[in-house]
């Protein structure tokens, strides 16, 4: 089934306030927006999101024809895990360094060509979100290029709960928490402009220290391809394979 199949029903939203958090009731449905700190046991279904740029960078592999990536738990785990598929990719956050093949910047993956290759990531919050939730049954990567995609997968994922994991800033990224308000609401049909969403991303600490050069391993287009809403058509979902946590597109591409 393709992501255009998919189809799901559209429920009234009412938002209350918790401490530090936001939590929105749906009908039959909560969401919670959450830190990786924050997760005290395994949601039923979690959304990690990371747009600044892990999950942008993600989107981006699989577009240039990755067909997996592995999600590692720390620097020397995907240097081993290279070390043993001399095929397999390496990429991380900063500038680029021996024995990693890519660095996490949307910009200068788009000219990759990763055809059919797996690509084993590690980067400072993205995969750790991930990897903080790798007993839930369903886990979903997201970040705004493929936000629509993401709505529409949980859109026919009948669930009670769904937890949103704030990857950035120890759940306080404001790039991440705008995106994860919009695919909430998005998921539940509810029409939205995006731009106030965007807007938020757009003026976050994040995008910030990528324009003015502060963070490593970037380049001049990396913000402006973050907030490149649903430039993809495909969700990104996350399982463990043989130990390993993968992220594939869902549908396949």
């Given at each position: ?103 996490n ?9 990763l ?25 979903l ?113």
């Amino acid at each position: 089934m393709g992501i255009d199949e998919f189809a799901g029903p559209v429920v009234a939203l009412k938002s209350r306030s918790l401490p530090g958090r936001t939590c929105a009731t749906i009908t039959g449905m909560d969401t919670h927006f959450l830190g990786i700190a924050d997760l005290a046991e395994a949601p039923p279904v979690a959304v990690v999101v990371d747009v600044m740029r892990a999950f942008t960078v993600a989107a981006w592999a699989f577009a240039q024809g990755a067909e997996k990536i592995v999600l590692a738990g720390s620097l020397d785990e995907a240097l081993a895990l290279k070390a043993s598929h001399p095929d397999w990719l390496a990429l991380k956050d900063g500038p680029p360094t021996p024995g990693f093949d890519l660095v996490n910047s949307p910009g200068l993956l788009r000219s990759a060509d990763l055809g059919g290759r797996t690509v084993v990531q590690k980067t400072t919050a993205g995969t750790v979100g991930v990897l903080a939730v790798k007993e839930t049954p369903l886990v979903l990567c997201a970040s705004f290029v493929v936000a629509e995609a993401t709505a529409r997968l949980l859109r026919t994922h009948e669930s009670d709960s769904v937890t949103f994991v704030v990857t950035g800033e120890d759940g306080e990224a404001e790039e991440d928490l705008a995106c994860a308000q919009y695919i909430a609401r998005r998921a539940i049909g509810a029409e939205t402009d995006a731009a106030e969403f965007l807007h938020r991303a757009r003026t976050s600490r994040a995008a910030a220290e990528l324009t003015e050069g502060v963070r490593q391993g970037t380049h001049p287009d990396d913000v402006a391809l973050c907030l490149e809403l649903d430039a993809f058509p495909f969700a990104m979902v996350a399982g463990s394979e043989d130990s390993l946590m993968v992220l594939r597109p869902y549908p396949s591409i």
